[in-house]
């Protein structure tokens, strides 16, 4: 972090952290969009994964399992000193799919990423997200080459639900992308509202 | 870790190499230790009194790592596992040692859902407009 200590040996400031997940299928764009707004290169972790694609959680015996390793990237905005934003890209595959649940507990929201031309690698995340009431914004990164439909094409192709934000999007464009992040947070603020007078009316 | 190599297959191969040690060293205790998971943005926090980690001979080199990183600036458990190069499990279980030894705290992440007011999320937008 660049905050580093102070001379006087204040303690050093601990920030509230929030994240926001970067869904799509494989090629679009996801890693170029944390890229384009994180203040540090996107860094990658790893969680160690049993054949049966979990997570190992307990250490005991784990030469003896077949693991795997799947890898997602991060980056990270310091909104404030004492207030931090993490990106995570989800990874591709859904057989790593319980990465997902880690990742989207306590997560403040997501974009997910289409391109036109395969619109259909979308779905699963659209799917996701919905179930899971996790509020999402469609990010539609614009290819060249690829074909412009009308946003209501789009939607409809996507089965989007009225209330879900579509926006088109250059995923190597930080103020896109910084666009993209906002409106999330915007349906964040909007949907939690929104659960509030359910719960009260 | 058998000497032997057997069972190594999987696990020693390129990809595996570097958490090996470690996890030879975390071998036989969970990551959750009857708690919870920790989350990837929880934020690992330096106590003032640990101020010579390297002088307590149950650390390992990574615990030691861990301390000194989260001395300056405190750290998220996934910003740790990318600058030590070590999966997320590992981290975690590094990081529980070392809230039981109390050289760090961790602060967990405040879900959305349980956010006080709407504040934090209008700084976001505000933060994020200021980039
Ligand atoms: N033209 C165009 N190319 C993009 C855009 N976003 C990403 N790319 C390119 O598409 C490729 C795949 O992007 P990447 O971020 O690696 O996709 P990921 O698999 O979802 O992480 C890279 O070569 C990017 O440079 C975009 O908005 N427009
Ligand atoms: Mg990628």
Not at chain 1, 60 to 74: I, P
Not at chain 1, 136 to 152: D, I, K, Q, T, W
Not at chain 2, 81 to 89: H, K, Q, S, V
Request: charged residues 25%.
């Amino acid at each position: 972090m660049i905050f580093g200590r102070s001379e006087r040996g204040k303690p050093p400031v601990e920030p509230v952290t929030l994240k926001i997940l970067v869904a799509g299928g494989f090629g679009v764009g996801k890693t170029t969009l944390v890229g384009a707004v994180s203040e540090i290169r996107p860094l990658r972790t790893e969680e160690l994964l049993t054949e049966a694609g979990r997570p190992v959680d307990d250490t005991s015996g784990v030469e003896g399992k077949h693991t795997t390793t799947v890898a997602m990237d991060f980056g990270r905005i310091t909104l404030r000193e004492d207030l931090v934003l993490y990106l995570f890209g989800t990874p591709g595959q859904e057989r790593f799919w319980f990465m997902w649940d880690e990742l989207s507990e306590g997560a403040l929201g997501a974009v997910v990423l289409a391109d036109t031309r395969r619109l259909e690698d979308s779905f699963a995340a659209v799917d996701y997200f919905e179930r899971r009431s996790i509020p999402f914004l469609v990010g539609v990164n614009c290819f060249e080459g690829a074909p412009r439909y009308p946003v209501e094409d789009v939607r409809q192709a996507l089965d989007l639900d009225d209330g879900v934000p579509l926006m088109m999007c250059d995923a190597r464009d930080r103020e896109s992308v910084k666009e993209a992040l906002i409106g999330v947070v915007q349906h964040a603020m909007a949907y939690a509202a929104d659960r509030r007078q359910t719960v009260t009316t | 870790m058998s000497a032997d190599g057997q069972g190594r297959r999987h696990w020693f191969d390129d990809e595996a190499g570097p958490v090996v040690r470690p996890y030879a060293m975390t071998r036989g205790r969970t990551s959750s230790q009857g708690q919870h998971r920790l989350d990837l943005i929880a934020v690992v926090v330096t106590e003032p009194h640990a101020d010579d980690p390297e002088a307590d001979h149950m650390l390992a080199p990574e615990h030691v790592d861990i301390v000194e990183l989260c001395r300056d600036a405190p750290q998220s458990v996934a910003e740790l596992a990318a600058e030590l190069d070590l999966p997320i499990g590992v981290v975690r279980v590094l990081v529980g040692d070392l809230v039981d030894a109390e050289f760090v705290h961790v602060n967990r992440p405040v879900p959305p859902a349980e956010l006080p007011d709407e504040s934090i999320l209008r700084d976001v937008i505000n933060g994020l407009r200021a980039l």
